[in-house]
Nanobody
Framework: QVQLVESGGGLVQAGGSLRLSCAASGRAFSSYTYAWFRQTPGTERDFVASITWRGGSTGYADSIKGRFTISRDNAKNTLYLQMNNLKPEDTAVYYC???????????????WGQGTQVTVSS
């Protein structure tokens, strides 16, 4: 099992940057694929980015490609999402998730953090 705790959300102006963190723990957590999703009230939870912990293979949604970067720190057991050039449409609750195989669908992931709010003002 994997436990996930997100942090780093906040208020930022359009064009600014934030770095979200997701602390991972549990047995064999390094065997999993991790991903960031985001959701606004009344909408579906959408894929943002993913990474395999061991190999570092990444994938990104088209909407954020070139602006966001997913990474992990093996020493700190922490997943990151570096968000640059933020836009108002990036406002959402951001969630960290984990599964055993690569996937970009919310249905594939069975381990979830509690989410961290990101608000981008214009």
């Amino acid at each position: 099992q994997v436990q996930l705790v997100e942090s780093g959300g906040g208020l930022v102006q359009a064009g600014g940057s934030l770095r979200l963190s997701c602390a991972a723990s549990g047995r064999a957590f390094s065997s999993y694929t991790y991903a960031w999703f985001r959701q606004t009230p009344g909408t579906e939870r959408d894929f943002v980015a993913s990474i395999t912990w061991r190999g570092g293979s990444t994938g990104y949604a088209d909407s954020i490609k070139g602006r966001f970067t997913i990474s992990r720190d093996n020493a700190k057991n922490t997943l990151y999402l570096q968000m640059n050039n933020l836009k108002p449409e990036d406002t959402a609750v951001y969630y960290c998730a984990a599964r055993l195989q690569f996937c970009q669908s919310v249905s594939c992931y069975n381990y979830w953090g509690q989410g961290t709010q990101v608000t981008v003002s214009s």
